[in-house]
């Protein structure tokens, strides 16, 4: 083995892979990707809201993100950072309307 390379650790201090901290017991999103992702959203739910992009540009992005996220246990997290976003009357996400 290479020593530089090879890192020998407790599983208990969890492992980041691609975007996530990976514990035993439960996955997490790094915070980076967290607030990279709340501030990519919000930046998109702002250009919506002036008309530069349609809300089916906006909803993508928030379904990409979902989707990505989705993978840990992030329930809360979603709640938390979709939470700000007001949509007109009529206007609901696919997320919401699957019931997730």
Same mark, same amino acid.
């Given at each position: #083995? +290479? &020593?530089?390379?090879?890192? !020998?650790?407790? @599983?208990?201090?969890?492992?980041?892979?691609?975007?996530?901290?990976?514990?035993? %017991?439960? @996955?997490? !999103?790094? *915070? =980076?990707? !967290? =607030?990279?992702?709340?501030?990519? $959203?919000?930046?998109?739910? &702002?250009?919506?809201?002036?008309? /530069?992009?349609?809300?089916? &540009?906006? %909803?993508?992005?928030?379904?990409?993100?979902?989707?990505?996220?989705?993978?840990? %246990?992030?329930?809360? $997290? =979603?709640?938390? !950072? $979709?939470?700000?976003? /007001?949509?007109?009357?009529?206007?609901? #996400?696919?997320? *919401?309307? +699957?019931? =997730?």
């Amino acid at each position: #083995m +290479r &020593e530089r390379a090879t890192q !020998v650790v407790p @599983t208990a201090a969890g492992t980041p892979w691609l975007g996530f901290v990976v514990y035993p %017991d439960q @996955t997490l !999103v790094k *915070a =980076r990707k !967290v =607030r990279h992702g709340s501030r990519h $959203l919000g930046a998109q739910y &702002e250009a919506w809201r002036s008309g /530069e992009i349609s809300f089916a &540009e906006f %909803d993508a992005s928030v379904q990409g993100w979902i989707n990505h996220v989705r993978h840990a %246990d992030t329930w809360g $997290l =979603r709640q938390h !950072v $979709l939470a700000p976003f /007001e949509l007109p009357p009529g206007a609901r #996400m696919a997320h *919401a309307r +699957r019931g =997730r």
